[in-house]
């Protein structure tokens, strides 16, 4: 199975945004450049907002390289020549540390080049230092401009090691620990060092990724899928704190977390890949697959949306509005820095979109703490006060005039319908947000979910489908998935015919769009029972995927932002919740397998539901469901929709069912 796990190449893309980036969370590089990114180390004034970028202090071997290595199951990516050979890694545990590991051998000498490249022009450098006593580097430098009057002139510190230019046989080893203060970098530094001299480094890294792949995975039995379903679970796994992660052995080194951009750490300079700032990619298409295999993980970007609570505030007040209107793009404060004056204006949804990771998060975990307890029920409720105030009424019903639909090429529209139906499920679960604390629900909330006339729901009864907007005509082009969403995610109620019409209206006049958007329509053809098409539209996604190291492309025919995690997660989308056909409610799930082209086995391993965790095998005529793990308290069904036959899930033993679907629910001993 190492293959489904290594990817080798004998040279590097053509493009350069297309090599590997490492990431832990915390720090972000793409191979060969000459920068470094930092969690939440942002330069520039508001809307220049950028990550800031940190000179690469790791040393590269200069020499011709026979090969390029990304192993995934153990994080590292390796350059191999004739007599060197060279591991880097962003260490999991010690994750303000960035690692390369060298080896020279065959009796040679190697050299070693810096990657510092040009000075930064985000920072204004205040020390460079060498200490001879110690042999080490420390970088000291302030951002230029904050992001707001009131910020702080953030600093970083990086502490190196400085090995020689030229190194005979053996081993090296250069590590660079990179902190807000000299006191947090100096301690990382010392803490791999010590690592290191104990020949546990690289080991105490993969002991992270060895739980990740053990706990949760997918296996599939088609080497060329699998490189692309494991390289994108790695790439967006590896965008989350895996310190909220309990391993045996493993200490935890906590940070506060400033969300995952569209194009991941490694990317996000000024101008380049969405600036790293934070949108609602990162809720509606990042989070639903990461929730199934590791909630503690999405847990962490919802406490960065509840941190950013006072930014949607002040938004929603400067725009004559109630309560919390999230910005379309955040970084560190929380205030809108988004470049684009239309999109910072129009594009609301984000706020439901916001509360929707919240609710799924709930449901997921069955825990209500996060809104009772850590601050999440001020963002639901804040949130559905900003509809109130956002809504007008037209004398038959609520609607929502002047926003832009998620399809960016119509804005200033009226009654977007994903917008409208986000809202709409914002409400819903303010109102039983509420409920589950004892807290009397807002009477405007219900005002705005009623049927009759509550917010608008555009809907040609004609033609039997919703339109994108008010006055969209069929054949009108779009950017993206839009109202292809009210079926999944957002799950509203609709019949069979009007979800066909609605995928396949706006299927036609796509434009050649970003990376996410067959992710939907191929999850609502399977819906629909559509296997033919929906194995076409799920294969489309494979066109932004790019050679060697599936690095994907946000668009097929135009760069983009690279390393687009936002299509990775709707590709990941497209099986869990198409091919697996996952439904997740508040006590229960849904399952409708179907099993992925051109495999004959696939087996979802690790999904969690209400701290449980089950393995899905699927065939071509069945699926073997496994609760792996067990809580004696609980008694857990499989219970078929057709004929509702309630099958057992004993812990550990494999449950073999026909194809159908799967109601997963329990029962309190």
């Known amino acids: ?244 992660l309990t391993i045996d052995g493993v200490p935890s080194y906590p940070f506060d977390f400033f969300g995952v951009s569209p194009g991941s750490l490694g990317n996000g300079g000024d101008g380049q890949d969405y600036w790293g700032h934070v949108f609602w990619d990162q809720d509606l298409w990042m989070l639903p697959t990461v929730m199934l295999l590791f909630p503690e993980l999405v847990r962490q970007s919802i406490l960065y949306r509840i941190a950013m609570l006072p930014g949607a505030r002040s938004k929603a007040r400067s725009n004559g509005y109630s309560g919390a209107m999230y910005p379309w793009e955040s970084a560190r404060t929380g205030i809108d820095v988004c470049p684009g004056e239309i999109y910072a204006k129009y594009q ?38 900003f509809w109130v105030s ?26 977007s319908c994903f917008t409208n139906a986000a809202a709409k499920m914002n409400l819903l679960f303010a109102i039983e947000a509420a409920v589950k604390q004892g807290i009397v629900p807002d009477r405007r909330w219900s005002m705005l979910t009623d049927d009759e006339y509550g917010i608008k729901i555009p809907f040609d009864p004609t033609n039997r489908y919703h339109p994108e907007y008010d006055g969209y005509t069929i054949g009108t082009k779009v950017k993206q998935a839009s109202v292809v969403l009210l079926g999944y995610p957002l799950m509203c109620a609709m019949d069979t015919d009007v979800r066909r019409n609605d995928i396949i209206t706006y299927e036609r006049c796509t434009a050649k769009g970003p990376a996410m958007t067959y992710s939907m329509y191929a999850i609502g053809m399977l819906e629909l029972g559509d296997l033919v098409t929906a194995e076409s539209l799920f294969k489309t996604q494979f066109k932004n995927i790019t050679q060697p190291f599936r690095v994907w492309n946000e668009y097929a025919t135009a760069y983009g932002c690279t390393n687009f995690l936002t299509g990775i997660g709707g590709f990941l989308q497209s099986l869990y919740f198409g091919y697996l056909g996952i439904r997740i409610m508040e006590e229960y799930f849904l399952i409708t397998p179907n099993l992925i082209p051109d495999c004959e086995t696939v087996i979802y391993r690790g999904l969690q539901f209400h701290g449980e965790r089950f393995d899905f095998e699927v065939t071509s005529i069945d699926v073997t469901v496994t609760r792996v793990t067990g809580n004696p308290f609980e008694v857990w069904y499989a219970k078929s929709l057709k004929d509702h036959t309630k099958h057992p899930l004993i812990t550990n033993q494999p449950t073999s069912l026909p194809k159908g679907s799967y109601e997963i629910f329990c029962t309190i001993v």
């Open 348 to 385: 609301q949804h984000v706020t439901a979109d916001v509360v929707y990771a919240i609710r799924q998060f709930v449901y997921v975990t069955g825990n209500w703490n996060i809104v009772a307890k850590d601050g999440a029920w001020d963002v639901v409720r804040e949130a559905a006060d």
């Open 1 to 244: 199975m190492s293959q489904h796990f290594t990817i080798t190449s004998s040279k590097l893309p053509g493009y350069p945004d297309w090599n590997v980036k490492l990431s832990n969370s915390f720090l972000g590089h793409r191979l060969h450049s000459d920068t470094v990114f930092m969690n939440g180390l942002y330069n520039g004034y508001k809307t220049a907002c950028h990550r800031a970028r940190i000179p690469c202090p790791l040393p590269y071997v200069k020499g011709h390289a026979a090969s390029y290595t990304l192993d995934m199951k153990g994080a590292t990516y390796t350059v191999k020549g004739d007599d060197f050979e060279q591991t880097f890694y962003a260490h999991a545990v010690l994750n303000r540390v960035f690692v390369t590991e060298i080896t020279v051998r065959n009796g040679k000498t190697v050299s070693l080049v810096d990657h510092h490249g040009d000075p930064s022009s985000d920072l204004i450098v205040i020390s460079d230092n060498f200490l001879t006593e110690r042999n080490t580097r420390t970088f000291h430098a302030k951002i230029r401009a904050p992001e707001t009057d009131e910020s702080d002139v953030l600093e970083v510190f990086v502490v190196s090691n400085v090995l020689d230019k030229s190194l005979n046989p053996g081993k090296y080893v250069s590590v660079s620990a990179f902190g807000y203060t000299l006191a947090e970098a100096t301690k990382f530094y010392e803490l791999a060092m010590a690592e290191w001299q104990k020949s546990s480094l690289l080991q105490l890294h993969q002991k992270v990724w060895s739980y990740i792949w053990g706990t949760a995975c997918l296996e599939v039995d088609n080497v060329d899928l699998a490189l692309n379903v494991n390289s994108a679970l790695y790439y967006l796994l590896s965008a989350f704190p895996t310190f909220c």
């Open 390 to 415: 956002r809504v007008e009424w037209d004398g038959a019903r609520f609607v929502i005039n002047g926003v832009m639909d998620p399809d960016e090429y119509h804005y200033d529209v009226n009654n």
